[in-house]
């Protein structure tokens, strides 16, 4: 978006004197912004919990002036604590970043309408820091040209949070106030009253450019146009390692989808690097702002693909001075779990379809490991024998009405029962007292219905005997005996997959909360299990197991400690939120649909994705999965389901149109109606397409010295597993940079670099679980440069 040229446009020779001037004009606002700021701050840390508790209001109704203080200073705490804690002075582009000049409501002669919270605007006439052309801030300096136009005007400054001088009055409006909405969705046809559009571009609290847009046909005398436009600027310079906030150039558009109302559902779709992601993330930092005190106080939840993603964009809201949001990646959703692997796709596919859910109830019902199958004691002087089938009977007539593991003394009470049926004659209470005193009972309790970890109880499918027997008429054989094997493989490296995480959620659901033993009983059976895992381990193990993943090089583990770090924490119920918000959407397996839902009943949704960057092929299965996550089924039966609002996203702010070119031609062959957004931004220059030699190393390292030179920000090599080695024998001789960094095709979801070497892309496709769509996931991951290297022989 540019500059509308226009009689006030400066000519050639006066551009850096004008631009200067204009430099000064607002560093003047900005120097009185921060001096306002520090003194709120001040006041702020100096009654930090109090501060706190006052600005807990819900600013959805009308405000009070005494409560926009205690809000302000709240801002102002929350703010310089988040800028204390992470070190996001360059991430982002100053606390101030935006000017609007508004006609009045007053001012004849244009289509200017009243803004939506006039309470927060002031005309620059009143604005007794008003700047002069030398940049001073007099009032009384201003030359009478100025004035006289400029009467008619607002000045209306936006940033990231609300700043009032010590009259209350706005210096700065927070972009997520209503006055602040005709900054993002002004247009030259609807400009909204906004004559002037200005971003200011700092570093950290300099002001270092300025770019205007003007929004009318010919500008005010006095009002000096200069830029090329914001957007661009943005979309050209370099790419870090952290995802930033786009908090001065956020388009019409996405403003309108980071503003939707909060209730529902909210569907954000697009295709690659179309700002689905910084959207939602905006979205996040809005709906605090606007009911504060409901989502603050319920939660709001981010999930993401991968660790590397939510790395990648922890730092976007503290930039906008909200901290209070929890993000997690789908292997880190489980609390007292983390999984650092990933199954092979076949195994991931069983894994995750709703089939697998027979299976864990059936494990979840079964009886445990090492659990006796006969109940005999001397109770009350009466000989009792419980046989396996009325044992077995009693467990599923308990667990008929409670999880097991909230159900021990109803399944104590049960088996008391079933010992007094066979008894004939007597004292019922003299049975009983002597029942609730006996040692038998309590050893016979506490190995038949023994506390049941989640996780245990899914390594019981290490074991193929008792996968072939859970999966009866539900997987077929080899698919039963794969996942026997991905879990002999985790007691092998000692570390979950991601796919594991959904499954033992679904388990802990189904067994209730592991409720803690008394101290001294604890000391006693933690002794005696880790015995049993030894023993187990070892009578699970036959020869030819353990294929697929390989652990990491020195990561060899006992038996014992592979199992301890499986079981490592503890997993405690899952916690609720307000409102979650999903990323990379398509990706989400029925199962993780499931875990996430538990984590949402009752709450309003964000989800964002793109169809033709699904790694989990079965889309209709998890559309299902999702719309039950939704809670359609909590709903009554006139209503289908929630409310859903849904926006579409088609400009491509990442890539360069060159490199989104090619992976346009790469995935419309495969996915012919793949949602294809319009690259806006040229380099010239094309993809490199090289063949790869046989030395792999040599070409890769080749590649990346050849990218280094030409962009300054990240470069990433992506490659498929066979190559894996390869390449990182060539990142330890080649001596890379930090900038350049080692990934697998699905780790990079989500991300984007300066430039990517993506090696042997049909291997990259016949190895994903998405085939050709993640390896259009990582053809869009470049924004500047990108090199293929290619199999000259792709079949060999
Ligand atoms: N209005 C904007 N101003 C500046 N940069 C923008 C804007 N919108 C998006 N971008 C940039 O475009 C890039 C892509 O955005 P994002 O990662 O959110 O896209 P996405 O749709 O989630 O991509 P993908 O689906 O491929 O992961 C980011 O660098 C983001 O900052």
Redesign the pocket.
Known sequence: MTSTPNATAPSPSDVPDVVAHEIAVEQAHVDRVHRELAKATERANSVEAEGLARGRTDRTGDVRDEEMTGLFERDALVFAAARRRHDIENQFEGLVFGRLDLETPSAGGSATRPTPDSSLTRSAADDPTRPTRDGSATGSAVDGARRSSAADREIRYIGRLGVRDDDYEPLVVDWRAPAAAAFYRATPVEPMGVIRRRVLRCRSERVVGVEDDLMVPEAPDDLVIVGDGA?MA??TRS?GTR??D?V????RH?DEAIRAPSRGVTEIT???????????LHRAAYLLYSERRRFESGGILVVGPSAAYTAYIERVLPSLGEESVALRALGDLVDGMTATRVDAPEVAAVKGAPAIRRVLGRLAAATPDGAPTRFRSFVAGHAITLDEAALRRLRSVVLRGTVHNLATEAARAALREAAWATVHGGDREAFRDAWDASMDVDTFMADWWPQLDPREVLLRLADTETAYAASRGVLAHEEAAAVARSYADALESGAWTVADVALVDDLAARLGPVQEAAAEEREFWEIEELDGYAAQWESSRSPGRGGGSVPEPGAVRTPLEARERLLDGRITPPSSYAHILV??AQDLSPMQWRMVGRRGRGASWTV???AA?ASWPDAAQAGQARLDAYGRRGRPAAQTGPEVRRFH?DT???NAREIFDYARDVILPVVPDADIPLAVRETGVEPEVRELSPDVAADVDRAVKHLLPQVEGAVAVITPVRHERLVERAAAAGGWPDRVVVADPLST????YDATVVVDPDRITAESPGGARILY?VL??A?HRMTVLREANPAR
Do not use: F
Request: proline fraction near 2%.
């Open positions: 957007l943005a979309l790419r995802m930033r786009i001065a150039t956020i388009q996405q697009g295709g690659p690097g179309t700002g689905k992601t910084v959207v939602a990323d990379e964002v994705g793109d960057q996203m491509n702010y990442r979801k989500g991300l984007e996931v869009t991951r924004a």
